[in-house]
């Protein structure tokens, strides 16, 4: 009884609110009346009791005894003032319904073991109003001027899954007003006659009506939507009333209809906590009156489609009954729910859960809990705990694994109906306008119901880990100073005071001297606290996001395998690098491979990176980039000793808007009659080199053209490009045969091979080419068919499919790998 807990009805989606508390009486009324026998009460307590007397709370409602409950002792229950119901013990019931202003301790407790049959003293009555009743708010002191129980923080049932944000929109009054008019709808007849009638309409309508003609008006008129809107919202309106008129009809009184909300969704409730008074009857024809109600709703939208042929009619009536069918569902608050739990006679289902799941471990006793119910009550719960955890369980396993791509589809949604309003908005449409906004509304209501879902599963869990801790670190303080006051604890010999301990000595010995601050404690790992590394996407996003940041999973594997690719691309550059990308075979994507490698370390770099187009035939490199300037390489290697500065030689590059990568476009002049040679290619990298850190050539693919080997020679690295094909892979081992043999075999070791444009599926031997190439280089990486590449015009990263973008990468840290081994050259 010390803790309130929650137990019975509390919430439902569209349907009534109900919340009850279990104060946990059952096993400590037997305890109290022992302790009044045998006179264990403070001595001081009888000549209190004698001067004090007591009442019960103003606005309190006795409900009276639960009707076939499905616990094993009787329960009695109460309303408060703040519609908390809680539930009593048969002790603290009958001190509660005879505590009266003119009443002396003594009358009560003559009065209350009258009723009970066992002696209960005044001083035991002080015991059981003052611990036990006051704490819940339902009894006081007659002229007790302390502060008034709404202020006073009470026991509060707070439900995982509740209503919130209440409002009236019938008063009790008008509701037993109207309840009392429909009450004759649920005389049996009528009843067979309604459910009936919503049968034979549907298979009627099934068989004569054309649905699709009426989905395909709504698309032709969305405003239309509207209308169903508002039908449903009626609908829902009168599936409360179902409820109200079925709690009228048992001989109980209905409370306010109202509307709250559920989570964030907005939903209707009925107050039936009368209910309460009812057979276990009585209470399932309540749970069901909404759905009877509903059944009504169903004929006349039916009679009315029949009558107007109107679709907006048929829809309705057909969206009512996938609705109707939802509230059947016993897994939330729903109305399948409440008769699942009239049915075993106990309120709160998911109260039960901790203490059935507990109940279940091998080994382990029954939870009182468990054992307060009878058998076939608890058959009922324990066979809904074990259907009902593990859906809950996968059901937000999924929300959250799927969460990135709601929010994506959301995100589209919303842009979608954005532009519609914007059409509708100079057209004065107001109609289409509402439309638009209620859509977006609806929108976004899940999202958010699945966030804070989330969050009030995570934060018991963030709020039990932080208690953990501080317990940890209090238990480690306290060992600490019992540690200390153990080795410097004196003696009482005088000879023992001025003794030191040899152990204490070489403790002290060992402490160093404290440093003297200086400017050197100003810095990130002194004045900030430690940043972790967050994740970027996945179920592991969505838990960092919405708990508020205050739980970080880490980064997935596939995070961390990005991450360590990235950390090898960003090796450290010592002056500049040079970087060949060459092919024996055009068309295999060379010059995509340069574009690539270059966009990808001037983002993921934020070095200076240029692309040069090496390649006498008229390269088109800078074509892929951007627009490229009228400035040529012949036109740097003329101006080469007016190029003093970076942004001088800017004048002469294109750069590409998302990569930033600079381009150096080689002549594409028809007069052209002569190709630049290896002196000239010689110079060209030599200005480079003094403003670049990297620099990547687009070779031709003659192997014997003196500017080519001139490139090699300059070269740092080597990429080689070529096709899944046979052929492709022939041409790349004469390439490297050739190198060998010709002083370059130290560039062939180091060099990555890329093994570019396979497809799925394709019969091609890459296998065993990339067997062959990793003989002899140092990297052979593959690179996916990506339709962006195809077409030949400028390229972003960012158009490309995420598996090319990963291996690209890939491929950009393999290059890198080998950027510490080359000296200075500027």
């Known amino acids: 009884m010390n803790q309130a807990t929650e137990h019975g009805y509390d919430v439902v989606g569209e349907g009534r609110h109900i919340p009850t508390q279990d104060p946990g009486t059952h096993e400590t009324a037997d305890?109290?009346?022992?302790?009044?026998?045998?006179?264990?009460?403070?001595?001081?307590?009888?000549?209190?009791?004698?001067?004090?007397?007591?009442?019960?709370?103003?606005?309190?409602?006795?409900?009276?005894?639960?009707?076939?409950?499905?616990?094993?002792?009787?329960?009695?229950?109460?309303?408060?003032?703040?519609?908390?119901?809680?539930?009593?013990?048969?002790?603290?019931?009958?001190?509660?319904?005879?505590?009266?202003?003119?009443?002396?301790?003594?009358?009560?407790?003559?009065?209350?073991?009258?009723?009970?049959?066992?002696?209960?003293?005044?001083?035991?009555?002080?015991y059981v109003v003052t611990t036990r009743l006051s704490p819940l708010g339902l009894a006081e002191e007659v002229g007790d001027g302390s502060v008034p129980p709404s202020t006073q923080a009470l026991p509060r049932a707070n439900p995982l899954l509740a209503l919130t944000v209440k409002g009236t929109i019938v008063p009790p009054y008008w509701s037993r007003r109207v309840a009392g008019w429909l009450h004759p709808l649920y005389w049996p007849p009528v009843v067979v006659l309604g459910v009936l009638g919503m049968v034979a309409l549907d298979i009627y309508l099934y068989r004569t009506a054309d649905f699709w003609l009426a989905v395909q008006g709504v698309f032709l008129q969305p405003t239309q939507a509207l209308l169903m809107y508002v039908a449903l919202t009626a609908a829902a309106l009168v599936h409360e009333v179902g409820h109200a008129t079925a709690c009228r009809y048992g001989g109980a009184r209905p409370g306010a209809i109202g509307v709250g909300l559920y989570i964030v969704f907005p939903a209707f409730y009925t107050d039936v906590t009368d209910s309460y008074r009812l057979s276990r009857g009585g209470r399932v024809r309540t749970d069901l009156g909404g759905l009877y109600f509903n059944a009504w709703c169903v004929v006349v939208m039916a009679a009315a489609y029949l009558q107007t042929g109107w679709g907006v009619m048929l829809l309705s009536l057909v969206v009512l009954q996938v609705q109707m069918l939802q509230q059947l569902l016993p897994v939330v608050r729903f109305d399948g729910y409440y008769v699942l739990a009239d049915l075993a006679g106990v309120p709160d289902l998911f109260s039960r859960v901790g203490p059935v799941l507990r109940s279940l471990r091998p080994g382990q006793p029954p939870d009182p809990r468990v054992q307060d119910l009878t058998p076939r009550a608890r058959r009922l719960v324990t066979g809904w705990v074990l259907v009902v955890v593990p859906l809950?369980?996968?059901?937000?396993?999924?929300?959250?694994?799927?969460?990135?791509?709601?929010?994506?589809?959301?995100?589209?949604?919303?842009?979608?109906?954005?532009?519609?309003?914007?059409?509708?908005?100079?057209?004065?449409?107001?109609?289409?306008?509402?439309?638009?906004?209620?859509?977006?509304?609806?929108?976004?209501?899940?999202?958010?119901?699945?966030?804070?879902?989330?969050?009030?599963?995570?934060?018991?869990?963030?709020?039990?880990?932080?208690?953990?801790?501080?317990?940890?670190?209090?238990?480690?303080?306290?060992?600490?100073?019992?540690?200390?006051?153990?080795?410097?604890?004196?003696?009482?010999?005088?000879?023992?005071?001025?003794?030191?301990?040899?152990?204490?000595?070489?403790?002290?010995?060992?402490?160093?001297?404290?440093?003297?601050?200086?400017?050197?404690?100003?810095?990130?790992?002194?004045?900030?606290?430690?940043?972790?590394?967050?994740?970027?996407?996945?179920?592991?996003?969505?838990?960092?996001?919405?708990?508020?940041?205050?739980?970080?999973?880490?980064?997935?594997?596939?995070?961390?395998?990005?991450?360590?690719?990235?950390?090898?691309?960003?090796?450290?550059?010592?002056g500049s690098r040079r970087v060949v990308v060459m092919s024996r075979k055009g068309g295999v994507g060379k010059t995509t491979m340069t574009l690539a490698l270059g966009s990808i370390f001037a983002m993921l770099r934020g070095d200076r990176v240029v692309a040069v187009d090496a390649n006498p035939d008229a390269g088109n490199l800078a074509h892929r980039v951007a627009p490229p300037r009228d400035r040529k390489i012949t036109d740097v290697l003329r101006d080469v000793d007016r190029i003093d500065s970076y942004s001088r030689l800017r004048d002469y590059t294109s750069q590409a808007e998302e990569s930033r990568l600079e381009v150096l476009a080689s002549d594409d002049d028809p007069r052209i009659g002569q190709a630049l040679d290896r002196d000239d290619y010689h110079g060209l990298i030599t200005l480079l080199d003094r403003f670049y850190n990297l620099i990547l050539l687009d070779t031709g693919t003659g192997i014997l053209d003196s500017a080519n080997q001139g490139l090699l020679e300059e070269a740092d690295q080597l990429v080689v490009v070529l096709g899944p094909g046979l052929d492709g892979g022939r041409a790349a081992a004469l390439t490297l045969d050739w190198m060998d043999e010709h002083g370059f075999e130290e560039l062939v070791s180091r060099a990555v091979v890329v093994i570019n444009g396979l497809r799925k599926g394709a019969d091609s031997p890459h296998d065993l080419m990339q067997n062959h190439f990793e003989k002899r280089c140092q990297h052979v990486l593959t690179v996916p068919w990506d339709p962006a590449l195809e077409v030949g015009a400028q390229t972003n990263l960012s158009g490309l499919r995420r598996q090319t973008r990963d291996d690209l990468v890939q491929l950009a840290a393999a290059v890198a790998d080998n950027f510490r081994e080359q000296g200075l050259r500027r």
């Open 31 to 126: 305890r109290n009346d022992a302790a009044d026998r045998n006179g264990t009460a403070p001595s001081g307590a009888a000549r209190h009791a004698a001067s004090t007397r007591w009442r019960r709370t103003p606005d309190l409602d006795v409900l009276g005894q639960s009707q076939d409950s499905g616990l094993r002792d009787p329960t009695y229950l109460v309303r408060r003032w703040d519609d908390q119901v809680l539930q009593l013990s048969e002790l603290l019931y009958l001190v509660l319904i005879h505590l009266e202003p003119f009443r002396s301790p003594e009358e009560v407790a003559s009065l209350v073991s009258d009723a009970h049959g066992r002696t209960l003293t005044p001083a035991g009555l002080e």
């Open 392 to 574: 809950l369980v996968f059901v937000i396993g999924w929300l959250v694994w799927s969460l990135p791509e709601f929010v994506d589809s959301a995100r589209e949604g919303i842009r979608a109906q954005q532009d519609a309003f914007a059409l509708a908005w100079p057209e004065r449409d107001v109609a289409m306008m509402a439309l638009s906004t209620i859509s977006i509304f609806l929108i976004l209501v899940p999202l958010v119901g699945v966030a804070v879902i989330l969050w009030k599963l995570v934060a018991p869990l963030v709020a039990l880990a932080r208690a953990r801790s501080r317990r940890a670190a209090e238990q480690r303080d306290a060992e600490a100073v019992a540690a200390a006051e153990a080795m410097f604890r004196g003696s009482d010999d005088p000879a023992e005071a001025n003794r030191v301990d040899p152990a204490i000595a070489a403790a002290v010995a060992a402490v160093p001297v404290p440093r003297l601050p200086s400017a050197a404690d100003f810095s990130d790992d002194n004045m900030l606290p430690r940043r972790a590394v967050v994740p970027t996407s996945g179920w592991r996003r969505a838990v960092f996001v919405l708990s508020g940041h205050s739980l970080n999973p880490g980064l997935s594997p596939a995070e961390q395998r990005r991450a360590a690719l990235e950390a090898r691309l960003r090796t450290p550059i010592e």
